[in-house]
Structure formats: C-alpha cells, structure tokens
C-alpha cells in the first residue's frame, strides 16, 4: 500500500511563501501522477497542481506563484508557493494516483492572513 505523509504548513501573510512537502513510502512508480489539491472552507476540493509522464498542470488561479517539483529517488514531491493570497487559505492534500485507486494523505494547513 502507499502512504503520504504532508508538511511544511503554517501561517503566513498575504505576498508570503511557503514550501510544502509530500514524502511518500510504498510502491511508487515515477511515470504514475502525483499532485497537490486543496480544500478551502466551505468549498470543494479543487486541482492545485499534478505532475506526472505528461508533464506538469496547474491551476489557473496558481499559475506563475506555484511550482511543483519531484524527487523520484525519495519519493518526494514539492509545492512552492509565492505570492501568496487569503484566498489560498486551505488545507493541502497530496495525491498519488495509481490506475483506479487515488491515495491521499491526511493534509497540511495553510493560513495566509496578517
């Protein structure tokens, strides 16, 4: 089985940056898609950013503040946030996705407010 393990939420202020990760254990395969989503209050979950065979997708909301980078050999994937806004208040999630299963981890807390 696959478990995603997320960090590096917290506070920050609006133009503020952050760098969250995921370290995944199990069995990973690099051609398989992984990816960040978020949850805001009172809001479905919503696509931050995925990277996978294809290439990498973001969000058009995040697109020139938001990056995503992965370390197969650690099995590590990364989102850096800049330029952040109050309306990226939302708690974080990781994603694998492996043919018909998704797997998620249990979420990271990001604030951003003065």
């Known amino acids: 089985q696959v478990q995603l393990v997320e960090s590096g939420g917290g506070l920050v202020q609006p133009g503020g940056s952050l760098r969250l990760s995921c370290v995944a254990s199990?069995?990973?395969?690099?051609?398989?898609?992984m990816g960040w989503y978020r949850q805001a209050p009172g809001k479905e979950r919503e696509l931050v950013a995925v990277?996978?065979?294809?290439?990498?997708t973001y969000a058009d909301s995040v697109k020139g503040r938001f990056a995503v980078s992965r370390d197969n050999a650690q099995n590590t994937v990364y989102l850096q946030m800049n330029m952040l806004k109050p309306e990226d208040t939302a708690v974080y999630y990781c994603?694998?996705?492996?043919?018909?299963?998704?797997?998620w981890g249990k979420g990271t807390l990001v604030t951003v407010s003065a």
């Open positions: 199990g069995r990973i395969y690099s051609f398989n898609p």
């Open positions: 994603n694998y996705r492996h043919v018909v299963t998704d797997y």
């Open positions: 990277t996978g065979s294809g290439g990498t």
